[in-house]
T-cell receptor, first 114, second 113 residues
Framework: GNSVTQMEGPVTLSEEAFLTINCTYT??????LFWYVQYPGEGLQLLLK?????DKGSNKGFEATYRKETTSFHLEKGSVQVSDSAVYFC?????????????FGKGTTLSVSS | GAVVSQHPSWVICKSGTSVKIECRSL??????MFWYRQFPKQSLMLMAT?????????EQGVEKDKFLINHASLTLSTLTVTSAHPEDSSFYIC?????????FGSGTRLTVV
């Protein structure tokens, strides 16, 4: 079945450090890939997405490139801020259409200190 | 943009009582809504897919008689936790897909005492 695997957290960084959160997936066909962020006590917000191989999603300094050959969608940011502290979820949607739910990884907690 | 309003944002109830959680799509019609459950420091587990005007489709291991889902209109889906027990305490999140992609409600923190 389809699945998403994220690196185990928590990830603890100092402000302005470089961030990488690894995400790999297993899916049939050509899934769309997403990164969501969840701040404490809140719901999920879409951070970025990519719908086909070699696409790069980017938002708020975060980037992720859809790599079909390695079935990966790693999240990166060149310089993290304290405000980036949150839980990050990698997700996939294997079929386009209203009836298909997202499949999530387990989430990676990021803690950034000043 | 597409907005899903979920409420209540938090609720505390006694064991044995029932709790209803509502999700409304405010500016689009949601033929399908998804209900997730999130345990502390864990991922979102898909509980069921709710289709307007028909029965929900539950994921394996989810008790359909305990977690009643109703999707009576194109803008409203409800999840009722019946005869709640402390082990049902969790964070419940709904989601719908619009032309802009997946939109999530802000979640409901349920605590059963």
């Amino acid at each position: 079945g389809n699945s998403v695997t994220q690196m185990e957290g928590p990830v603890t960084l100092s402000e302005e450090a470089f961030l990488t959160i690894n995400c790999t997936y297993t899916a049939t066909g050509y899934p769309s890939l997403f990164w969501y962020v969840q701040y404490p006590g809140e719901g999920l917000q879409l951070l970025l997405k990519a719908t086909k191989a070699d696409d790069k999603g980017s938002n708020k300094g975060f980037e992720a490139t859809y790599r079909k050959e390695t079935t990966s969608f790693h999240l990166e940011k060149g310089s993290v801020q304290v405000s980036d502290s949150a839980v990050y979820f990698c997700a996939l949607s294997d079929i386009e259409g209203a009836g298909t739910a997202l499949i999530f990884g387990k989430g990676t907690t990021l803690s950034v200190s000043s | 943009g597409a907005v899903v309003s979920q409420h209540p944002s938090w609720v505390i109830c006694k064991s044995g009582t029932s709790v209803k959680i509502e999700c409304r799509s405010l500016d689009f019609q949601a033929t399908t809504m998804f209900w997730y459950r999130q345990f502390p420091k864990q991922s979102l587990m898909l509980m069921a897919t709710s289709n307007e005007g028909s029965k929900a489709t539950y994921e394996q291991g989810v008790e359909k008689d305990k977690f009643l889902i109703n999707h009576a209109s194109l803008t409203l889906s409800t999840l009722t936790v019946t005869s709640a027990h402390p082990e049902d305490s969790s964070f419940y999140i709904c989601s719908a897909r619009s032309g802009l992609g997946y939109t999530f409600g802000s979640g409901t923190r349920l605590t059963v005492v």
